[in-house]
């Protein structure tokens, strides 16, 4: 009951709903870029929403499944193929024993992720399957896949195994299928090019000169090839403040942008230190940390400044929303 | 949305202000102090004692403590406003935080230093700077008991309070690619010890063979905020000896 890494693409990655907990220890979260589009692909294949999947970067891995599993592939479309057919994202597909996944370019968004029914088998450390790549913990090995590595996918669950019988037979037709239905369009939106990221002022708003505070609200900002998933380096406009005044460092969080310096930006992100020193002009709301996650090296960006109730409005509609899916899944297919 | 609230020990009101839609920071005052960073301790024991709906965790900070929570439980799945019902909540916590232990209570942990040679490459250069032998550079920074401030940047990274300023030196123009965990470095008036191998522009002192973060362990972090170090030179015979119990 596993799956074998025959290609393991430019940053494939175990995520899970992340290391919790342990923020004042100076460990950081991990978990996924894309929470969302995790918890989706989760609830798709009847887990619960949190278990452990793969974050697959840009360049897709090639994966051959050596037994049946449910598989269910959100977030970007990076040009998935399972045995040669084109895949379709966000819905639950049943697959035999031999099929393989592969990846071409990548059309929208730059993380996908790959959820299987019954998860992934690896150890959890300090309480999570995570992948926390600096410290080498979490995931397989504390690192990124690799070509002959073997996952431990122990399979469906009982409730998934049902759906897999549904939708194939056991000896014959495809070798694969995917279920006509689908979740709630806006619990799966496709990666924008060009989105505008709400935003509410941060703490230290007030130190930035008023040019640049316009200019943080109005201009467009490119994602440069130096961010990775603690965080993405912006570029232009640069962003000044009032006056040099050291900042004692303080804790900081997902979405949080802070600006050293030079000027130049920087959102935290999956990965991000616990704590900073930089002065931070604003926090990503969480209900756009899904959009966030999906700009590619190289893309652009633009934020909207919204009220914390707006933010919280937001937050509730998606919770509520999964919720609903959740709950749908569960009546009319993971009973 | 900032609000102030009633302090639970002197007169200076504490700062509320939400962190995005997800995390509050309580902020008492405004400089580093050893009473500021006993009150920031002791609201911290209290919320471990009496946690809020949809409460996460927290991280102390010099003069903050930021709390995160999940808004979804903390409104009552989607009933109340989330922002409201927390700083509500904490507004309560802190009229109810009682007084911490004295800090003499606190044990000193120990964290045995082999200083210069390989483990120390920058000794000479901070003797040099600071116009100090090495033996006093040595001697001035075993010398004091320091305080964990809070712990962060890596994984039981502490921020120490109480070195020398005599000691204090700037960082490495060019950061080191890689520095060993267990380093002990400075960098302008802080001191610290390196606890992952990570690229870093600190002086390095010396080494100690004491692993800072064991992500095996319940407790991952060997130190933790409020705690009491000290300094121990120990030759590098003892640093191999150690280094063998360590493991």
């Not at chain 1, 037979?169 to 619990?187: K, N």
């Not at chain 1, 640069?238 to 130049?264: C, D, M, N, W, Y």
């Not at chain 1, 020193?277 to 893309?299: E, M, N």
Request: net charge negative.
């Amino acid at each position: 009951m596993s799956c074998s890494v025959l290609r393991p693409g430019l940053l494939t990655t175990i995520q899970d709903g992340g290391r919790r907990g342990y923020r004042q220890a100076g460990v950081i979260v991990s978990g996924p870029m894309d929470a969302l589009a995790l918890r989706v692909a989760n609830l798709l294949v009847g887990n619960s929403p949190e278990v452990a999947g793969l974050e697959i970067t840009l360049l897709g891995p090639t994966l051959r499944f050596e037994a049946d599993h449910l598989l269910a592939l959100t977030g970007a479309d990076l040009s998935a193929t399972l045995d040669g057919e084109s895949l379709p994202l966000n819905r639950p597909v049943a697959v035999r024993r031999g099929s393989e996944l592969a990846f071409g370019p990548a059309r929208t968004g730059c993380r996908a992720y790959l959820a299987f029914s019954g998860g992934l088998a690896v150890p959890a450390v300090l309480g999570s399957q995570s992948t926390y790549l600096r410290a080498g913990i979490g995931g397989l090995e504390g690192r990124a896949l690799r070509a002959g590595d073997v996952l431990p996918a122990p399979g469906p669950t009982p409730a998934g195994q049902r759906l897999h019988q549904l939708l194939l037979r056991p000896q014959s037709g495809p070798r694969w299928v995917a279920t006509s239905w689908f979740p709630e369009p806006a619990l799966t939106p496709l990666p924008t090019a060009e989105p505008v990221i709400r935003v509410l002022r941060g703490p230290e708003y007030d130190l930035f000169t008023v040019v640049s505070q316009r200019a943080f609200w109005e201009e467009e900002f490119t994602v440069t090839p130096q961010s990775d998933r603690m965080g993405y380096r912006l570029a232009e406009p640069e962003l000044q403040r009032r006056a040099e005044q050291e900042i004692l460092s303080s804790a900081v969080t997902f979405g949080t942008v802070q600006v050293p310096a030079s000027g130049a930006p920087i959102v935290l992100l999956a990965d991000h230190q616990t704590t900073g020193g930089y002065p931070r002009i604003g926090q990503v709301i969480t209900a756009d940390f899904s959009r966030l996650a999906q700009v590619p090296p190289g893309g652009r960006l633009r934020f909207q400044e919204v009220s914390l109730a707006e933010a919280h409005y937001w937050y509730l509609h998606q919770e509520k929303t999964l919720q609903q899916l959740q709950r749908g899944l569960a009546l009319f297919h993971y009973r | 949305m900032d609000q102030l609230l009633p302090s639970p020990f002197g007169p200076t009101p504490v700062q509320l202000y939400p962190l995005g839609d997800a995390a509050v920071v309580l902020q008492f005052g405004e400089g580093i102090s050893e009473a500021t960073h006993r009150t920031i301790q002791a609201v911290a024991a209290c919320l471990d004692a009496h946690p809020f709906p949809g409460f996460l965790e927290y991280v102390p900070a010099f003069t903050t403590l930021t709390v995160y929570y999940n808004p979804w439980v903390a409104s009552q799945a989607g009933q109340q406003d989330p922002y409201h019902c927390v700083s509500e909540s904490l507004r309560q916590l802190l009229q109810q935080v009682p007084e911490l232990p004295a800090p003499d209570a606190v044990p000193v942990v120990e964290i045995p230093v082999c200083y210069g040679g390989a483990f120390g490459p920058d000794l000479d250069l901070l003797s040099r700077y600071t116009g100090l032998a090495a033996e006093e550079v040595i001697r001035l920074h075993t010398e004091p008991e320091y305080l964990v401030y809070m712990i962060g940047f890596a994984p039981g990274f502490p921020y120490l309070g109480g070195m020398n300023e005599r000691l204090t030196a700037p960082r490495k123009t060019q950061p080191r690619p890689l520095v060993p965990a267990g380093s002990v470095g400075i960098a302008g008036r802080q001191t610290g010890i390196y606890s992952l191998p990570t690229p870093g522009g600190w002086q390095l002192i010396g080494r100690t063979p004491r692993r800072l973060f064991t992500p095996e362990a319940a407790s991952p972090s060997l130190l933790r905020a409020g705690q009491r170090l000290r300094f121990v030179p120990i030759s590098e015979a003892e640093y191999q000896h150690l280094q063998e119990h360590e493991l």
